[in-house]
């Protein structure tokens, strides 16, 4: 039996190492063969213990390990010298849980509001100097489809300025001045001061448009996301064709896209929203 086992054991080894040889990064994968061996013995394990596990030499998991620790995905007991897990991984993981809990708590209030209104509905958050969307529902009259991972700036969308609103005038100063502002179509804005103002009256009134600012004859509407410390971290919108449709659903769809904001914000815990200023 034990003959077997470690027969097994080699075979397992032999296997990883194949696979690691298909990567095209292989530092990479190997590395990351030793971060799921930590995570799936759920204890602390030595230089040695982790290299025969792997099927790779001590000296490779070694330098593996030091980078791994230097970046704080690995912790190592400096009285036992065994590594273990590390904090980086957590909050890694955090950030991927948060963002799976606030798409699962928009998904079907997105869902219902783009039906109502035959708008298509998008969720998003700002990454670095863009805005990313997280999910996208089409919407019957609207034939641009925006897939969840794309980018977008934040100057030419509603998404993007009611996201901004989260900054108080002193820190987006600094994010302006380096901010990029393409013209995108004859209506974007690309003066920072404009923009600025923008965002002001986002951050006062509640929400935020855009006026085919980031394509041509788009037309939307955004509100922020907020968690339980009442902190802006997100921002839905609703977006059609047409300048005469826009203008006939805006009060209706500013009203509910609100109410949408607030259950879903409600849901990460808030406990409460400020109210939208009108429309107009």
């Known amino acids: 039996m034990a003959g077997t086992a470690k027969e097994g054991s080699s075979r397992d080894a032999a296997s990883r190492e194949r696979d690691f040889g298909l990567d095209p990064n292989q530092s990479l994968s190997k590395a ?17 213990e982790l290299g025969r596990e792997l099927g790779m030499a001590p000296s490779i998991v070694h330098r593996l390990l ?13 009285r036992t010298m065994r590594y273990r897990i590390g904090f980086g991984l957590f909050e890694a993981g955090q950030g991927y849980l948060a963002q799976r809990t606030l798409a699962d708590s928009a998904f079907e209030e997105l869902q219902q509001v783009s039906r109502d209104y035959e708008m298509a509905a998008y969720l998003g958050v700002i ?11 089409p919407g019957r009259n609207i034939a641009t489809y925006t897939p969840p991972g794309k980018r977008a700036h934040l100057h030419s969308t509603a998404l993007g300025k009611a996201a901004l609103s989260c900054y108080s005038d002193e820190e987006l100063a600094p994010l302006l001045d380096n901010l990029p502002m393409p013209r995108l179509t004859r209506a974007t804005n690309t003066e920072r001061a ?56 805006r009060h209706r769809a500013l ?14 815990g808030a406990v409460s929203a400020p109210a939208l200023q009108g429309a107009v």
Do not use: K
């Open 255 to 268: 009203d509910d896209l609100g109410r949408v904001s607030a259950r879903i914000s409600a849901r990460l």
């Open 194 to 249: 404009r923009l600025a103002e923008e965002v002001r009256i986002a951050r006062s009134e509640g929400w935020a448009t855009c006026l085919e600012e980031n394509i041509d004859d788009i037309f939307a509407i955004g509100v922020p996301v907020r968690d339980r410390r009442g902190e802006v971290i997100a921002a839905i919108s609703l977006a059609c064709h047409g300048a005469a449709e826009f203008t006939g659903v």
């Open 32 to 48: 990351l063969g030793i971060i799921q061996a930590l995570g799936a013995t759920g204890g602390d394990m030595g230089v040695r």
């Open 127 to 137: 990454h670095d100097d863009q805005f990313v969307y997280i999910l996208s529902i």
């Open 66 to 78: 030091t980078t791994l620790r230097n970046h704080g995905f690995v912790e190592q007991d400096l």
